[in-house]
């Protein structure tokens, strides 16, 4: 062989080897192949002949084969897009990330409602593997309540229970408290004047002298019972109660006065036969208690004088009464004999409704009588009574 065509032969073989001339294997001249070693749009990384690719390899778009075998083929096949003379697809994008920046751009470019990192297609985006070697987890669109996340995604505070993993795709569930807003709480106050708000502030504050219960302002009552056996603490409660014979008044304990019973009476002294006194039915010891007497009808309303008397023997005593006024039926002179029941109206025995009048009684040695001044129609004033025994 002459030596020219050694050189002939040569060449053609380096042409062939390095395919000067022709298409790159990833298409058309001018049009860089999209496909990179991660499988995205737009980065650096030498191109790959991946044969699960429609069109990674020249004339594969034009073939009539279904070379990756995903059921499509040639231009029919979304991988040749705007290779080999099929047109660019205007349509939403095919996948998340098949265009430089769409990992990274906040933007739903497949409209599958994930974007960016928590696209399952972003995954092996350069822009999600930096994120996910920078220690923090992914919030994306999915923060809880208020909780925060930590180290490879577990979330904590607030009340999640699901833990982020990967790029911040959040698994499980959990219960969430408040809106999501953008990782932010919603203050819960509908109806509150007071109190937590569910996201670490308060609803309101309530004013001196109140206190918040319930989330609502209620006045606070301090009691006050200094000095008080009974009555109101001003707090709605009791300072204390009194017994059964006692009464409360003015916060103190009383005695429960015993009302007369309109039969009895209560001597104010004592006499004996000789005696001689001078009184009045206005004294203080005079009282309103019996207005009618066993031994007669009539009623005497006004206060009476009552006395005692023992007899030392078998006698006859002799009672008389003066009243210093004109007119009759004034005051009334009685005698109640003890039958066992002390001075009682029942027990009278003798009377006398004169204003100048004589009462005679038979005693008997060692009996108590009651010798009672009234006045008639509720008269009252001065008397004289005298006592003479035979």
Request: charged share 20%.
């Amino acid at each position: 062989m002459q030596k020219w065509h050694l050189w002939i032969v040569l060449g053609a073989w380096i042409l062939l080897t390095t395919g000067c001339g022709s298409e790159s294997s990833a298409g058309s001249a001018g049009n860089p192949d999209p496909f990179e070693t991660d499988g995205f749009a737009g980065g650096s990384a030498a191109p790959v002949n991946d044969p699960l690719i429609e069109g990674d390899i020249d004339g594969e778009c034009s073939d009539d084969l279904d070379n990756d075998g995903d059921g499509e083929f040639d231009c029919n096949d979304a991988d040749c897009d705007g290779l080999e003379g099929c047109p660019e697809n205007t349509a939403p994008d095919k996948y998340e990330g098949d265009d430089p920046g769409e990992c990274s751009d906040g933007a739903d470019n497949d409209q599958d409602d994930l974007f960016d990192c928590d696209d399952p297609e972003c995954f092996n985006s350069p822009a999600c593997d930096e994120e996910s070697t920078s220690g923090g987890g992914q919030s994306g669109g999915g923060s809880t309540g208020g909780g925060e996340t930590t180290g490879g995604g577990e979330t904590t505070g607030g009340e999640s229970t699901g833990d982020e993993t990967g790029g911040g795709s959040e698994t499980g569930s959990g219960d969430t408290t408040g809106s999501e807003t953008g990782g932010g709480c919603t203050p819960a106050c509908g109806g509150k004047q007071c109190g937590p708000d569910g996201c670490g502030a308060s609803c309101g504050e309530c004013s001196g002298g109140q206190s918040c219960e319930n989330g609502q302002c209620v006045f606070v009552c301090e009691a006050n019972c200094a000095g008080k056996q009974c009555g109101d603490d001003g707090c709605g409660d009791s300072c204390g109660e009194c017994g059964p014979e006692y009464t409360c008044e003015s916060n103190n304990c009383t005695p429960i006065p015993v009302p007369p019973d309109g039969v009895t009476c209560e001597p104010v002294s004592s006499l004996s036969c000789g005696s001689s006194l001078q009184a009045s039915t206005n004294d203080a010891n005079a009282v309103d208690n019996i207005n009618v007497y066993g031994c007669e009808t009539w009623q005497d309303q006004g206060p009476e004088l009552a006395y005692e008397f023992v007899a030392n023997q078998n006698q006859t005593v002799t009672l008389d009464l003066n009243v210093n006024i004109s007119g009759h039926w004034v005051a009334h002179l009685y005698v109640l004999e003890n039958q066992g029941q002390g001075c009682h109206a029942d027990d009278c025995i003798a009377s006398e409704e004169k204003i100048d009048g004589e009462v005679t009684f038979e005693a008997t040695a060692g009996t108590t009588y009651y010798i009672l001044v009234d006045g008639f129609s509720q008269w009252s004033g001065d008397f004289e009574l005298d006592i003479q025994c035979n």
